[in-house]
Nanobody, 125 residues
Framework: QVQPVESGGGLVQAGGSLRLSCAAS?????????????MGWFRQAPGKERESVAT????????VYADSVKGRFTISRDNAKKMVYLQMNSLKPEDTAVYYC?????????????WGQGTLVTVSS
């Protein structure tokens, strides 16, 4: 199982940028297993359900974004380091949320493992 550790959140003004990082660790989670896994970023705003923000498909299968972040956020990965990143530009107050990463089903894009603690992003207006 993957144990994600998210970092990089903080307080930023509207229009600003942040880069989130996710270290996908786990005793049996090898770099090969990571490289053949689809990975996703999710977020949960206060009082709202957790939602998928961005997914990077295994084996160079491309990326998928929520409409609300398309053109502003970019997901990427470093298979050798077992890291997933989320570059967030042109941030808006409505992007305020706790952000999580997780291994996801390639077709379903639903989370497959336990959630980490997440990293809080606060965008001020």
């Amino acid at each position: 199982q993957v144990q994600p550790v998210e970092s990089g959140g903080g307080l930023v003004q509207a229009g600003g940028s942040l880069r989130l990082s996710c270290a996908a660790s786990g005793r049996t989670f090898s770099t090969y297993t990571f490289s053949t896994s689809s990975m996703g970023w999710f977020r949960q705003a206060p009082g709202k359900e957790r939602e998928s923000v961005a997914t990077i498909i295994r084996d160079g299968g491309g990326t998928v974004y929520a409409d609300s972040v398309k053109g502003r956020f970019t997901i990427s990965r470093d298979n050798a380091k077992k890291m997933v990143y989320l570059q967030m530009n042109s941030l808006k107050p409505e992007d305020t949320a706790v952000y999580y990463c997780n291994r996801v089903g390639t077709s379903s894009r639903r989370a497959l493992d336990a959630w980490g603690q997440g990293t809080l992003v606060t965008v001020s207006s």
